[in-house]
């Protein structure tokens, strides 16, 4: 158990520190020949993983079934599906006409009607966002307000000149807000990069910090 958990932070480690090295250090095509390689293990390692997530999907659903644990005829239909949709596309390739119907007639389908709910939802939150609780909120809402008149081409005639108000917004205080949010968000990923190449970092391998 315990080389379970050391096998892959090593490898974690050493993977890290070669990419470091050649990709600020130049060692010739020795280096492009190395970082090549290195590119199609990482493309191969992305497909395997890619194939462990259906695989942990059927697992967790026949566990469900065989278990009979509340709601448990979902995932009996989701296993159906899973079956079902696989024989079809194995039998009629990816660019059959039988795979083509059920994309676009029923996987389609059943996205556009998941992202139409989840209006409703952002709805609700704008909703309970906007509500004039203090003063952060009477900004949010005020700036919705102006985003919303200024591409509503009725905007302009009730309040002219609103569209270069909504124009200012978006360059300004939005432009300022999402680089913010960009730069925190890198930072964060760098300094947890760094806990998992150090192996502070254990979660992942079913540890913790602490192990």
Same mark, same amino acid.
């Given at each position: 158990m315990q080389l379970r958990r050391q096998l892959p932070l090593m490898v974690v480690f050493v993977t890290a520190l070669l990419v470091m090295l050649f990709k600020f250090f130049n060692f010739g095509e020795t280096g492009k020949n190395v970082l090549s390689q290195m590119d199609k293990w990482s493309q191969v390692t992305s497909i395997v993983a890619f194939l462990l997530g259906p695989i942990n999907l059927i697992r967790l659903h026949i566990g469900n079934v065989a278990k009979r644990r509340p709601r448990w005829i979902h995932s009996a239909l989701t296993l159906v599906v899973i079956v079902v949709f696989t024989i079809v596309f194995a039998l009629n390739g990816s660019n059959g006409k039988v795979t083509l119907w059920v994309v676009n007639n029923i996987a389609i389908q059943i996205s556009g009607a998941i992202y139409a709910m989840l209006g409703f939802y952002i709805c609700s939150a704008a909703y309970r966002s906007f509500k004039l609780k203090n003063l952060e909120a009477?900004?949010?809402?005020?700036?919705?307000? =102006?985003?919303?008149? &200024?591409?509503?081409?009725?905007?302009? $005639?009730? /309040?002219?000149? %609103?569209?270069?108000?909504?124009?200012?917004?978006?360059?300004?205080?939005?432009?300022?807000?999402?680089?913010? =949010?960009?730069?925190? &968000?890198?930072?964060?990923?760098?300094? $947890?990069? /760094?806990?998992? %190449?150090?192996?502070?970092?254990?979660?992942?391998?079913?540890?913790?910090?602490?192990?």
């Amino acid at each position: 158990m315990q080389l379970r958990r050391q096998l892959p932070l090593m490898v974690v480690f050493v993977t890290a520190l070669l990419v470091m090295l050649f990709k600020f250090f130049n060692f010739g095509e020795t280096g492009k020949n190395v970082l090549s390689q290195m590119d199609k293990w990482s493309q191969v390692t992305s497909i395997v993983a890619f194939l462990l997530g259906p695989i942990n999907l059927i697992r967790l659903h026949i566990g469900n079934v065989a278990k009979r644990r509340p709601r448990w005829i979902h995932s009996a239909l989701t296993l159906v599906v899973i079956v079902v949709f696989t024989i079809v596309f194995a039998l009629n390739g990816s660019n059959g006409k039988v795979t083509l119907w059920v994309v676009n007639n029923i996987a389609i389908q059943i996205s556009g009607a998941i992202y139409a709910m989840l209006g409703f939802y952002i709805c609700s939150a704008a909703y309970r966002s906007f509500k004039l609780k203090n003063l952060e909120a009477t900004v949010l809402l005020l700036s919705a307000v =102006i985003l919303m008149l &200024a591409q509503a081409p009725i905007g302009e $005639a009730i /309040i002219p000149g %609103i569209s270069k108000w909504g124009e200012w917004i978006l360059s300004v205080p939005n432009s300022a807000g999402m680089r913010g =949010i960009r730069l925190g &968000a890198a930072i964060g990923a760098f300094a $947890a990069s /760094i806990r998992v %190449i150090l192996g502070l970092e254990r979660s992942w391998v079913g540890g913790s910090t602490a192990d």
